[in-house]
């Protein structure tokens, strides 16, 4: 997988921290505002950027991701050249390492319970289109909103279901409706059965 996150904290404030061995969080590498690519892990070492968390079947996210912080307040936008440069490094990544689009994954969608990263701010539709990620295509009518089948369809996309239901859509919205506010509705219902036909998680066991 690769999993994208946000620092909160300016370059070198970000640095100091991600290189502080009593912090015990790195990430393989940080990507500034203005396109500059700083790796700081090798890729086939583990670095402690995703905490406790779930995609899938897959419990130990650190062993099995990628990890990439864009240096970003959470609150602006993402300027051209830092996501050019995300795309770039990530067409790179992908060479050497069979990582399909549906694990291209944020912060926020393997720990839903308490991250927010890469935030609403952060453009998954324009990725995407450059073939680094997916994104839902609803077409035909807009089904009814349904609590059940969302959890379900979420499920099989990826998410956690072992959170609360408001948690779990908040995730979702993050991701693929960023401005959307109110209860479940059948946009919603829609979006992440698309992704769970088209994007079925790979399975793993429970125990990795």
Known sequence: ???????????????????DPEAEVSAHYVICPKGSVIPLVDEARRAWHAGA????????????????????????PFPAPQMAALVDLMRGIRSR??????????????APDRKADPGRRFDWRALALQGQGVWPQITGCVP???????????????YTTDVGQHVLLDAVRQRFRPWAYGPLDG????LIENLAKRFPVDRHPATS
């Open 53 to 76: 968390g779930r995609w899938g079947d897959v419990t130990d996210v650190n062993s099995r991701s990628i990890g990439v912080e864009l240096v970003n307040d959470g609150y602006s």
């Open 144 to 158: 009814d909103a349904d609590a059940h089948r969302f959890a379900e369809a979420a499920r099989a996309f990826g």
């Open 1 to 19: 997988m690769i999993v994208l996150h946000y620092t909160v904290l300016d370059l070198e404030a970000s640095l100091d921290r991600l290189c």
């Open 187 to 190: 946009v919603d219902c829609a």
């Open 97 to 110: 390492w069979a990582i399909p689009d549906h694990h291209i994954i944020g912060h926020s969608d393997m």
